[in-house]
C-alpha cells in the first residue's frame, strides 16, 4: 500500500472510532494545536512527556504565554490537574486506526490515561497497514531486555458495561486527537 493510500485509511479509521485526524507539518504545529485546544475546552495544565532535548522547554514557554501550566515529570502527584496530553506515538495501523505507544515510562501512561483530551503525534512514515506488519518492531521492544508495556489505543476511551450504554472517557480520555506529521 502506498503512503497516500496509508495515511487515507489511517484517516478514515481513526475518524471512524470518533477520533480527531489532524495533519501538521512539525512539533511547533502540535504545541499550538494542544494550547488552543485546551484554551477552547477551559483546560488549565497540559503535560507531554517524553519530548526531549529542547522541546520541552519550548513548550513551557509557549504554555507561559498563553497562562497554562505544562506539568513536568514525574507525573503521579499531578494526576488529577492534567487536562490535555500530548504524546509522541510509534507507530499506528492504518486498518484499524490504531496508535501504537511503548508506553514503558509511568508518565507516558498516565498521560494517555488520565488526561480529559490525549493529542498524539504520528508520523507519516510510521504508518503501516496492519498490527501484522509492526512485528519485526514489536519483536525488538520485546526483546530489548528492559520491561515492555505496548499499548494500542483505538479512538477515546468507551465502555457499554454500564446498563448497555455507551460511555465515553470511563476509562481514559474522553477526546483522542491525532496530528500525522510529514516527515
Known sequence: MEQAELLKTMKEKAEGVQAVVSCIKSLDDAF???IDLTEKQGGRA???P????????????????RKLKLLTPPLRPHTSD???SLTLADWGIAETGTLVLNSGSEDIRIATMLAETHVAVLRASKIRKSAGDLEDELNAVLKAG??????FITGASRTADIERVLAIGVHGPQELHILIMED
Open 32 to 34: 499550538d494545536y494542544l
Open 46 to 48: 497540559v503535560t507531554a
Open 50 to 65: 517524553g519530548l526531549n532535548g529542547g522541546m520541552p522547554d519550548i513548550l513551557k514557554k509557549r504554555c507561559e504565554e
Open 82 to 84: 492534567i487536562h490535555a
Open 146 to 151: 528492559s520491561p515492555a508495556y505496548m499499548a
